[in-house]
């Protein structure tokens, strides 16, 4: 079984604030600290009154000051939104702050509507010079040349490790052309994720950052102690993404018993779709879904959403899932 990280969405609920959710996702990380996850990471997302990691930089140091060993990071920054320079400042300082433990995940989509983006202050065809930017900001972590008039303090020398993100085959191409890491964003976009690996894997060109190919593959994972409970559970989620295909991006609500109440069948295919790679059961389900995921598309790592409404009952998903992956220490268990 590869190493299972967490994306945590920082949902605000019907019954938190956006305060509670921060707390919520640094509590959750802790958690996963101690079950032996490899990685928390928070997204980039702007003018969603359900997410609160909008201040992504700023989110991810509330989680990092809160653990001691687990790696935190971003999944993703959306750089076109940002000047380079800027990112490299902000994680820069927080390597500087919780050393080799900060990785800096990039994607190129907004992350918003373009209302918002205007607000930002960037233009859309700022998407374009991704590339470019992906390359001007790993710069600023190299150690300074001798006269360079132009640090990114206290960047210079943090070498933080950067990924490529995607949800098609733009992102594979540019993380093998780099050499870089490459994370999928199969937990919402899952038609492309195995030509994207292949792509990937194919094209790949070992630098100074990575030897040979190494790829995340994300999954939607809910476990509780029934098949049953678990399907329930997932209709926090389910609803969610019916919400976003409604133009209505509410706060997360609690399960409902029959989601067939809630959707319309079109809402149901698309949604449906959009959430085939999820994995959500018993132990003894999830355990035979994480195996399935991991030989069909030999991911190097598996990082996991477990969107459930509960703050109690999420952590427990968290705790049920390690146990399908066999992480699960004696330690560990007095959580269950």
């Known amino acids: 079984m590869p190493p299972l990280s967490i994306l945590e969405l920082v949902r605000v609920t019907e019954d938190t604030d956006a305060k509670g959710a921060l707390d919520n996702a640094r509590d959750l990380a802790r958690h996963a600290e101690r079950l ?3 990685r928390i990471w928070v997204a980039e997302h702007h003018n969603m009154r359900g997410i609160a990691s909008a201040a992504t930089s700023v989110v991810i140091a509330h989680i990092a000051g809160g653990t001691s060993t687990i790696r935190v990071g971003a999944g993703g920054i959306m750089l076109p939104n940002h000047a380079p320079y800027i990112i490299a400042e902000q994680f820069g300082t927080l390597a500087r702050l ?12 907004p992350g918003t509507d373009q209302m918002t983006l205007r607000a930002i202050r960037r233009p859309p065809e700022a998407a ?11 710069a600023y972590f190299e150690p300074a040349a001798e006269g360079q008039r132009l640090e990114a303090v206290p960047a210079t020398g943090t070498r933080v490790p950067l990924w490529i993100l ?6 594979a191409m540019l993380a093998a052309e780099l050499g870089l890491p490459y994370a999928f964003a199969s937990h919402f976009a899952p038609d492309l994720l195995l030509p994207a690996l292949d792509i990937y894997r194919s094209r790949f060109k070992p630098s100074a950052a990575l030897e040979r190919p190494y790829a995340m593959v994300g999954a939607n994972v809910i476990a509780a102690d029934t098949d049953q409970e678990a399907r329930r559970l997932f209709t926090t989620q389910q609803m969610s993404f019916a919400g976003i295909r409604r133009g209505a991006r509410s706060l997360a609500k609690p399960p409902i018993d029959d989601i067939d109440t809630f959707w319309t069948p079109e809402e149901k295919a698309v949604v449906d779709r959009m959430l085939a790679r999820s994995i959500v059961g018993s132990v003894e389900t999830v355990r035979r879904g994480l195996a399935d995921l991991a030989g069909e598309t030999g991911a190097d790592e598996i990082m996991l959403v477990s ?14 899932i390690a146990e399908a992956a066999g992480m699960t220490s004696d330690a560990a268990l007095a959580v269950l």
């Open 166 to 171: 995607g949800s098609s085959h733009f992102g």
């Open 98 to 109: 919780y050393g080799d433990r900060i990785d800096l995940g990039l994607g190129r989509a």
């Open 307 to 320: 969107d459930v409404y509960d703050h109690a009952t999420r952590l427990k998903s968290i705790a049920l």
């Open 36 to 38: 032996g996850y490899r």
């Open 128 to 138: 374009e010079h991704f590339p470019e930017d992906v390359i001007e900001l790993q």
